[in-house]
C-alpha cells in the first residue's frame, strides 16, 4: 500500500549543526547520508523537496564574529558557510542517484545556479531536489528567514524545520524539566511566549503568510518521511 502524502512539497530546514553530527563543527557525513537518504525516499514517494541549510557547524556571523568583527563582514562569512554546507548535501544525494541543484541568493556561477524562482519550481517539478545557500543573500536575516522566504516564494506547503529538540515547549527542556512540549500552537503564542521556534522575523513571516511549520527532532532522520506521510510528531505551528 503507497503511503499517503501530507504535504505535496516542502521545504526543509537542517541546522548547519546538525550536518555535524557529535563532532559539533564541519560535517559528519554519516549523518548527512542518513538525511539524504530519508529525502531521496520522499522524493520517491512523489514529494518535490527543497532544503536550507544553515552554516553554524563552521560559521555564526553574530555569535562568532560579535564585536571583533564588522557585522556585515561576518554575516557574509556566515552566507559562504552555508554554501559549504550545499554543496556536501547535493554531492551526497547525486551519490544515492538523486539529482540536485545548488541555488544561491549571492551569484557565485562557477559553483552554483544563482537563485531565480521560476527555474527553483521547474527544477522540484522536475523531481530534481533543489538545496538553497546563502540564506536571503542580506546581513541581518538568518537561515531560518531564509528558509520561510523561499518556502513562501517557491508555494510550499509547510516548512519542515528538523532541530535538536523534538518540537517545541513551554521552556528550554534542557534547563527545565517542568517544560511542557506542545503538540500544535500558534504563531501569536510563539511571539508572545517568545518560545524562539525561529527568530521573530522568520515567525512573522510565516504568519504573515500563513506558512505552517513542523518542528520535529532531526536525530531520527526517518522523522522527515513520518511528516510528509502525515504523521503527528513534533508541533505542528499554524495560524490558529
Known sequence: MKDQIQYKRVLLKVSGEALAGDAHRGLDFDVIGQVCAVIKRCVEAGVQVGVVVGGGNFWRGIKDGGDRMQRVRADHMGMLATVINALAVADRLEQQGVPARVMTAIDMPRIAEPYIRDKAVSHLEKGRVVVFGCGTGNPFFSTDTGAVLKA???????????????????????????????????FDEVLARRLGVMDSTATSLAMDNHMPIVVFALKDPENIYRVVTGAELGTLVTDK
Open 152 to 186: 513562501v516564494e517557491i508555494g510550499a506547503d509547510a516548512i519542515l524545520l528538523a532541530k535538536n529538540t523534538d518540537g517545541v515547549y513551554s521552556a528550554d527542556p534542557a534547563k527545565d524539566p517542568g517544560a511542557v512540549k506542545f503538540d500544535r500552537i500558534t
